[in-house]
């Protein structure tokens, strides 16, 4: 169902790939968009027991897009440090296949959006955490994605380095 890898000696391991996406702070949501255009948006997002969680609008091209095929990937770029005098970079990705739904039951809900809280403001309070989420509750809609696939790949040059 998903390809191999062709340049399988830069391919990171199933554990790299999830430490990618535990460290990473954005990435781009890929989904099919209106007319069967590709749509790719750049989020915020945690990753938690093997799942994604993004937040977003009741509505939208993003929710129309997930609601017309749950069908997405989520890459994230871990590292792309630019090398002139080699003409490359040295870089490092993770790409994320798998189903986004629309988490529609409050406390399911409550508990994404107090993942990706924690995330962004680990040293922010409970009280204050709480208060945020209260405020933006009623417009907040919180996105689910299962991932089915985990691909990561990064430069030859850092395969290289880590002796591989």
């Known amino acids: 169902m998903f390809r191999p890898m062709r340049r399988f000696k830069q391919a990171l391991s199933p554990e790299e790939c999830r430490a990618v996406l535990e460290r990473g702070t954005s990435g781009v949501l890929a989904l099919t968009g209106d007319g069967g255009w ?31 095929c749950p069908r997405a990937s989520f890459c994230v770029i871990d590292q792309d440090h630019i090398v002139p005098e080699e003409y490359t970079t040295y870089f490092r990705s ?4 798998g189903t986004v739904r629309i988490l529609e039951e409050d406390g399911e809900k ?9 995330k962004y403001a680990p040293a922010g309070s409970r ?3 709480d208060g945020a989420i209260d405020r933006e509750w009623a417009p907040l809609c919180m996105l689910e994605m299962t ?5 990561g790949k990064e430069a030859i040059e850092l395969v290289r380095q880590r002796g591989k």
């Open 38 to 68: 590709p749509y790719a948006v750049p989020l915020s997002y945690v990753y938690a027991d093997g799942k994604l969680y993004f937040h977003s609008a009741k509505s939208g091209h993003k929710v129309d897009a997930i609601r017309s």
């Open 94 to 97: 993770v790409i994320a296949f």
């Open 110 to 118: 409550r508990a994404a959006i107090e993942k990706l809280a924690v």
């Open 127 to 129: 009280e204050n955490r």
């Open 147 to 151: 991932v089915e696939h985990l691909s």
